[in-house]
């Protein structure tokens, strides 16, 4: 392994996780409000605790760890990966390296090829349920985001778990307005 990063001792490491928590994601757009990684990260686990119970430690490890290594890289907006502008080898090594420092080793390499469908899945549809909630929110600068989102997923559906592609679809034709509230019965 080579060593791009290192720490000292468990407190390090416990401060790497929460600074990298604290990244921006999306920050190439204008949203309103927020969007950091730990939000998406605990929205990712909440989907897998709902839709997959008995999910394995690796998988719910590598949710956790999926983007923790943006503390030293940051957000790198997708487009930018696949016009070839970073290398995704020199950046997914260095991603192990980081993770395998923080948590002794990487459990994105530990997943099944199912989970590992899962992840991509939950990991998209997440950030497809943040335009959503941005659009409802009239922010329309997501919008070409959403049908971008909606497309890969519909030329790329062998890609991922059922279950996820499912709930993708519904999330899709959702209204998608706000819960309501406790309310009062008289």
Known sequence: MSRVYETNSVVDK???????AEV??????KILGEYPVGQHTFNMLAMLR????EASRN???????????ERLTGDIPSPTKWYGVIDKNN???????????????????????EEAKILHGLDITELY??????????????TTMERRIENYVK???????????NL?????????SMMPDLETKT
Request: glycine fraction near 2%.
């Open 91 to 113: 950046l997914t090594q260095m991603e192990h390296d980081i993770n395998s420092e923080i948590f002794g080793d990487d459990s994105m390499s530990l997943l099944t090829q």
């Open 155 to 165: 030329k790329n559906a062998h890609q991922y778990d059922s279950i996820i592609l």
């Open 14 to 20: 416990i401060k790497f996780c929460r600074e990298a």
């Open 129 to 142: 349920m943040f335009c959503k909630d941005q659009i409802q929110l009239g922010n329309q600068n997501l």
């Open 168 to 176: 993708f679809w519904r999330v899709k034709d959702d209204t998608w």
């Open 24 to 29: 921006s994601r999306c920050h190439s757009l």
């Open 59 to 69: 998988l719910i490890w590598a949710i956790i760890e999926h983007d923790i290594p």
């Open 50 to 53: 709902i839709l997959f119970p």
